[in-house]
């Protein structure tokens, strides 16, 4: 059973930079064709794609994002990271780190972490 | 992008009833759609892809149907468990999209 785990800070200051990782457990982040992404939401409201990347290291980002975000993975660690810089209040959100095949859904997520940007 | 556009925003159902829930996308994305169910404090949960099929322990009362840009998730008798957000969700073209979601809450 493949499980996928949050990890970063909870609180970010305006104009810095969020950094979190995902651990990936039950599964090497190398095997089969899968994608890992992130995916977030703000409080109450709907769910945004934030990019994917694949164990080479491609990656593929939202266009509304792209100017601001960097991921990476460490096949060694098993991990795959995010980087979402300038932030500013509306990034705060919980953050999903995801797995999925291509031409198919999601099929693991993360329990989600909170993120809140604030001074 | 690809607009996932769900109605209504909110369902009022008694227990034991139907709820039927519509999303329509801005352009085709063939068959390949998703529904998923969202919990207050967990991850979304998937329960219908290729918009039709129930992924793996998902009770028969939970059916989707459609292609293209019309989708309908229809749950046929609706148990105390199933009060959530549901979200619609198009996997056809990046960037991948959800709807904005439907609230069903109890009558």
């Known amino acids: 059973q493949v499980q996928l785990q949050e990890s970063g800070p909870g609180l970010v200051k305006p104009s810095q930079t969020l950094s979190l990782t995902c651990t990936v457990s039950?599964?090497?982040?190398?095997?089969?064709?899968?994608?890992w992404s992130w995916i977030r939401q703000p409080a109450g409201k709907g769910l945004e794609w934030i990019g994917r990347?694949?164990?080479?290291?491609?990656?593929n980002y939202n266009p509304s994002l792209k100017s601001r975000v960097t991921m990476s993975v460490d096949t060694s660690k098993n991990q795959f990271s995010l980087k979402l810089s300038s932030v500013t209040a509306a990034d705060t959100a919980i953050y999903y780190c995801?797995?999925?095949?291509?031409?198919?859904?999601?099929?693991?997520w993360g329990q989600g972490t909170l993120v809140t940007v604030s001074s | 992008e690809i607009v996932m556009t769900q109605s209504p925003a909110t369902l009022s159902v008694s227990p034991g009833d139907r709820a039927t829930l519509s999303c329509r996308a801005s352009?085709?994305?063939?068959?390949?759609s998703a529904w998923y169910q969202q919990k207050p404090g967990q991850a979304p949960r998937l329960l219908i892809y290729?918009?039709?099929t129930r992924a793996t322990g998902i009770p028969a009362r939970f059916s989707g149907s459609g292609s293209g840009t019309e989708f309908t998730l229809t749950i046929s008798s609706l148990q105390s468990e199933d009060f959530a957000v549901y979200y619609c969700?198009?996997?056809?073209?990046?960037?991948?999209?959800f709807g904005q979601g439907t609230k069903v809450e109890i009558k």
């Open positions: 290729d918009a039709s």
């Open positions: 990347i694949f164990a080479s290291g491609s990656t």
């Open positions: 039950g599964g090497s982040i190398s095997s089969g064709s899968y994608y």
């Open positions: 995801a797995r999925y095949s291509n031409s198919a859904p999601i099929d693991y």
């Open positions: 352009h085709s994305v063939s068959s390949k």
């Open positions: 969700h198009q996997y056809n073209d990046w960037p991948r999209t």
